[in-house]
């Protein structure tokens, strides 16, 4: 008999408590309650009633909670009850026990507005695990793990290396034979007079390209520049660039 009133007490005890942290239907809590620095906590305000009602939430900033995000959840008629509520996404910045007090609604009825206070809320922030520390300094890896690390030099590069060598020398031989006069049979700016008269030969054409080039047509340029470098060449093309060159020149 005296088990049986303790516990019906009990009952009535827990029953006031619930009542008292849920006036108004109002019920706050974190998401998930304990969390590390840096992590993202999520406060529910809900409100679950029967009759409809209105709710206007105050929360105060805390200094070790950074506000992210704050969204409204409208109401919602579930089983004959009205849902709705506000859903505060949060920030820990700080490790320790951390308590938010003084969040209060004002909540509208068909009685009135009255002020509601919520109960306080308490958010464990634990700190991030300390990690293993070693006393004696880790050895510099050896000359051999470092030379192990660089690329090794491959056929490929080893033929690219000597055929871009190859390239420079023989752009330099080709500059140097062109800044040598005794490359042009007719290097003498004087013997373009001659060539009016006489035969012209290939190096008359070279010279007269790098020496004499604005005093020909653009067409003869490159015709002539074609004969030079085409692998087949006919005494017939001969015969007219020189022809071409010798009128070109007369004018």
Not at 7 to 34: C, K, N, R, Y
Not at 99 to 106: E, K
Not at 145 to 163: D, E, W
Not at 179 to 205: C, K, M
Request: charged share 20%; net charge negative.
């Amino acid at each position: 008999m005296k088990s049986t009133l303790f516990h019906i007490v009990g009952l009535l005890w827990l029953s006031t408590l619930s009542l008292t942290a849920d006036q108004g239907g109002m019920t706050a809590t974190f998401t998930p309650d304990e969390a590390q620095p840096g992590d993202l906590i999520t406060l529910w305000v809900q409100m679950n009633r029967e009759d409809y009602g209105e709710f206007d939430l105050d929360i105060p900033s805390h200094p070790r909670l950074h506000l992210v995000t704050r969204e409204q959840i409208p109401p919602t008629l579930v089983n004959g009850h009205f849902y709705q509520g506000e859903r505060l996404t949060l920030q820990a910045l700080s490790s320790g026990p951390l308590t938010l007090s003084g969040m209060t609604v004002q909540l509208t009825e068909a009685e009135g507005v009255r002020t509601v206070a919520l109960p306080e809320l308490t958010l464990t922030v634990a700190p991030f695990d300390a990690q293993d520390t070693i006393e004696d300094p880790q050895p510099l890896p050896r000359p051999e793990s470092a030379r192990g690390n660089s690329p090794p030099l491959t056929p490929t590069l080893i033929a690219v290396l000597i055929g871009g060598f190859l390239l420079v020398l023989l752009i330099r031989i080709k500059l140097a034979m062109r800044e040598n006069p005794d490359d042009h049979p007719t290097s003498n700016p004087g013997e373009v007079v001659r060539l009016t008269n006489q035969a012209i030969t290939e190096g008359d054409f070279e010279y007269l390209l790098n020496e004499h080039r604005d005093t020909l047509s653009p067409k003869l340029c490159a015709d002539l520049e074609n004969w030079i470098y085409a692998p087949d060449r006919s005494d017939t093309e001969l015969a007219d660039l020189q022809s071409r060159v010798r009128e070109e020149l007369s004018a």
